[in-house]
């Protein structure tokens, strides 16, 4: 059974830092693309940043670029999206996606909340 379980939501300050995680299982990671997407309240879903399958290639969106950073680590079958100098903005539901050819797995989310 697929599993893409994200943690490491929650409520931070704007220009705080947060980690999230995303553990997966039920199919061989080290093969599929990972993805991190983001939706906001009465927004479309955005694609955050993706990360390849040997973790050597990762890209993002403009707005996230030199703040966020996407890794991975194959042997814990674990994705990775830290999140440095927070803004309003960056409030949404965070997902994991997994991706190879016409598989497409994802997660529940996780819920990040930026204050003032």
């Known amino acids: 059974q697929v599993q893409l379980v994200e943690s490491g939501g929650g409520l931070v300050q704007a220009g705080g830092s947060l980690r999230l995680s995303c553990a997966a299982s039920g199919f061989t990671f080290s093969d599929y693309v990972m993805n991190w997407w983001r939706q906001a309240p009465g927004k479309e879903r955005e694609l955050v940043a993706s990360i390849s399958d040997t973790g050597r290639i990762t890209t993002y969106a403009d707005s996230m670029k030199g703040r966020f950073t996407i890794s991975r680590d194959n042997a814990k079958n674990t994705v990775y999206l830290q999140m440095n100098s927070l803004k309003l903005e960056d409030a949404a539901v965070y997902y994991c996606?997994?991706?190879?050819?016409?598989?497409?797995?994802w997660g529940k989310g996780t819920l990040v909340t930026v204050s003032s």
């Open positions: 996606n997994a991706k190879l050819g016409n598989q497409d797995y």
